[in-house]
């Protein structure tokens, strides 16, 4: 019960305070003090707090003021004014963001970035971040694509492929030669593949896209990604992507 008074945003002394005046009915703070042991010097700004929150009232008889718990249906108040947080709370957040989004642009848009991801899901986001700098007729080149990252990131990148499709961002992808013959290779509109000559082993690949980068090492023992944005180091990636395109095969 006094769990739940805490996330209604009542802390320990008004939560005491409010159970106890609902268990005594009218009383004074005299006996609620003895009752609650919470001293005089606090018990008339939690009674005051409670007030304004709607959960007690009070009514001076004999030039004594007697206070009383309002019924417990105002707790309903409660959740109203949790709700107007909220929503000021989300206005708030939404005016932020174009700022934050600016200042995130403009501290990204350096001409030298480098960050370290971790784990298949560093690849995803190396990836998924591939997808959403990309608009319709863009482009991305993958190098060297590895058997065990086939095996463990085969239904993430059957989904990938169904997102450049209905995207429409064209995709050059060559493999390893031996996850090339590992399975039969689908069809993918929007994806040009080729394989590696025999022999070229790639436990380190490559992603490409707009001014990035992306580095992505799978071993047994490893999973990480390093993700670089300069636009002149893409561009010599992207010359050697170019050449061993030409060295693959279909």
Known sequence: MKELFGR????????????????????????LIKKTSIP?????????SLIEK?????????????????????LRHLLDIKEQELTK????????????????????????????????????????????LNKAGGKMYTIGYPLLASTLLNAYFKEFHKKLTARSIRAKVLYDYDTWFAKKRESRPYADQRYLPKGI???????????YVGIMVITE????????????IAQSYLEYFNLLWRLGKK
Request: glycine fraction near 8%.
């Open 89 to 132: 709370l989300r206005e708030e957040v939404d005016q932020s963001i174009p700022l934050l989004e600016k200042a995130f642009f403009e501290a990204t848009n350096s001409n030298y970035n480098v960050e370290v991801l971790e784990g298949l899901r560093g690849i995803k986001t190396v990836y998924d971040l591939s997808l959403s």
């Open 54 to 74: 709607g959960l007690v009232g009070y009514f001076i008889h004999g030039g004594v003021k007697t206070f009383r718990a309002n019924k417990p249906l105002v």
């Open 40 to 48: 005089s010097s606090k018990i008339y700004s939690i009674l005051g």
């Open 8 to 31: 209604l945003g009542l802390n320990k002394n008004e939560t005491t305070v409010y159970l106890t005046l609902s268990e005594m009915g009218e009383t004074t703070t005299g006996p």
């Open 201 to 211: 082993k790639t436990p380190a690949f490559i992603h490409i896209f707009n001014d």
């Open 221 to 232: 023992h490893q999973k990480l990604s390093i993700l670089i944005k300069n636009r002149e």
